[in-house]
Every structure is written in C-alpha cells, then in structure tokens.
C-alpha cells in the first residue's frame, strides 16, 4: 500500500524559533500534498492544500505567512511553523493523493510542543 | 458540503463482529463514502470506499443502502488493534475530506 512517513515524529521547540516538518511519499508520486492540525481530543482540521510545483491554498482562518508549505516534489512537502508560540503546539498531519482529491494517505504526525 | 452523522462511541468484544453506522441524507449521486480509521496517536488511516455496491476488502466492508442515504462498516471479526476512532466522509469529485467527529470504537477483551 501507499506508505507517507513525516519526520519528525515529535519536536520540543523554544516559543519564537521556526520548524520544519517534512512529509514524504515513499513509494508513490503524490500530486497533491495536504497538511492538517489536530488538537487533543478533537478531529483533524485541514490546513492548507499543496499541489506540486504551484502555491499551496490555505483554508479560511490560517495564516499562509505563519505556516510556510513548499511542495517542490512529487514526493516531498515541508510545512515550517514560523515564530512559534505555545498556541501553535498540536498534532500535525500530513496526508498525500495521487490522483488530486481521491483517497489520502495519512503520514504518522508529528507532535509539536512550543514551550 | 453533504454531512455524515455518526454515534460518537459504541463497543463491542474482542471476536465479535462489529456494524458501525453512517447517515449521510443529503448525499448527492456522485458522493462517494469513504471510511478512516485513526488509531491514537497516529495519523488516520485509509479503510475502505465506495459508491453504489457493496465492497470488501482484507480490513472490512462497506454495506451501503439501495437509497444511499446510509451505510455500514462492518468490521468481521475485532481485535484489539481495531480500537480507534472511525470517520465516515463524502467526498465528490475534486473536494477536500472533511472530518467530523467519528465513532470512538472501544473493544473489550
């Protein structure tokens, strides 16, 4: 099956530092990369949407400036917290289609903490 | 978007067969009913899909009704590793998933 891996797996950071999550699909081109936040005990939210090679598309209320997604590859996504702040701790996810918007596959998460 | 309604929870036994609901009434023609599980602390993971028929695979099936407006997961036979959140989702064409709340599926040993 489809394998995405996300790495890192968990990151403690300082509150005003940057960090970079990348997401990678490992044995499948992925045209479309999507990246979502998941707060404890509720659902996963959608982030944004990344197509290769073109500017991702941001939901309504997350700041594009603020959370950094390049998909340079057919293969590869980053998402980069810049100037993190304790608000900004959450479970992110990311997920890859290779065909647009059909089925997904989930990358395991990445647990942020801003102290 | 057309909306899923879930239980939020439900359990069941370890070996037992397992029939989670989905109601989605305002499903259009060309909705296709997708199925994800996410076990804690990882990301979710695909499960089944389908349209109109009924679908099998190695992890489950997908009952769906003759009118759409609901559908099933069966689980066949549940393990422990089969506790996990379940996310029932309409997804057409080229739009985003949309994750509701989902059923907290307990299995008791």
């Known amino acids: 099956g489809a394998v995405v891996s996300q790495h890192p797996s968990w990151v403690i950071c300082k509150s005003g530092t940057s960090v970079k999550i990348e997401c990678r699909s490992l044995?499948?081109?992925?045209?479309?990369m999507f990246w979502y936040r998941q707060f404890p005990k509720q659902s996963l939210m959608l982030m944004a949407t990344s197509n290769e090679g073109s500017k991702a598309t941001y939901e309504q209320g997350v700041e594009k400036d603020k959370f950094l997604i390049n998909h340079a590859s057919l293969t590869l996504s980053t998402l980069t917290v810049t100037s993190a702040h304790p608000e900004d701790s959450s479970f992110y996810i990311c997920?890859?289609?290779?065909w647009g918007f059909g089925t997904q596959y989930f990358g395991p998460g990445t647990r942020l903490t801003v102290l | 978007d057309a909306k899923t309604t879930q239980p939020n929870s439900m359990e069941s036994n370890e070996e037992e067969p397992v029939h989670l609901p989905c109601n989605h009434s305002?499903?259009?023609?060309?909705?296709?009913i997708h199925w994800y599980r996410q076990l804690p602390s990882q990301g979710p993971e695909y499960v089944i899909h389908g349209l109109t028929s009924n679908v099998n695979n190695r992890m489950a099936s997908l009952a769906i009704a003759e009118d759409r407006k609901s559908s099933t997961l069966i689980l066949h036979r549940a393990t422990l590793r089969d506790a996990a959140v379940y996310y029932c989702i309409l997804i057409q064409g080229a739009q985003k998933l949309v994750f509701g709340q989902g059923t907290r599926l307990t299995i008791n040993p």
């Open positions: 305002t499903i259009s023609g060309t909705d296709y």
């Open positions: 997920s890859a289609s290779s």
């Open positions: 044995d499948f081109q992925a045209t479309t």
